[in-house]
């Protein structure tokens, strides 16, 4: 790794852990019965939420702000769930968190030891295809990379979270 490489892998970090802490109070709300109050899903009650604003909101136009204004109204929405006195265990919530950090740390050092794009690499292809596609869009769906100048038809969700938490 080189130094610049580390900080991007912090900055990364740093953007899933604010939408950890904007997703324990949405989480803590649906999940109420769990153990934790449902701490291990403050990420994914953040990342679902804010991917199908995004979408709904990218068909009217994509960029940053895009982004930012589907957080935006994911944190709105856990902030009303806070004061509706949804309260996060965030002991819970931040050990969560660290159980996600040594998986995301693994596969990190996985990909950096073979960062390449292979033909073993199954769908590496399609999947870097996409991202690219996605960060070059100006509206939702983006272009398709294997027919050019038409709207993507294939589902775009998970390269839609990767490249929005890359762009935050």
Known sequence: FRPM??????????????FTA??????????RALPGRGAAFALPA???????????????????????????????????????GARPDWGAVWRAFGVFLLGFGFLVAVRASDPAVTPQG?????????????????????????????????YFGGQLQVTGLSML
């Open 122 to 154: 199954g769908e590496q292809f399609l999947h870097y295809a996409l991202t690219r596609s996605i960060e070059r869009a100006t509206v939702l769906p983006p272009e398709d990379v294997w027919f050019a100048g038409e709207p993507l038809r294939y």
């Open 22 to 31: 904007v997703g324990a109070p949405l989480a803590a709300w649906v999940f």
């Open 46 to 84: 953040a990342l679902v939420p804010t991917t199908l604003l995004t979408i709904w909101i990218g068909q009217l136009a994509f960029g940053l702000w895009t982004l930012v204004l589907a957080l935006g109204l994911t944190a709105l929405a856990a902030a009303v769930a806070y004061r509706q």
């Open 5 to 18: 490489e580390w900080f991007a892998i912090l900055r990364y970090v740093v953007v899933l852990a604010v």
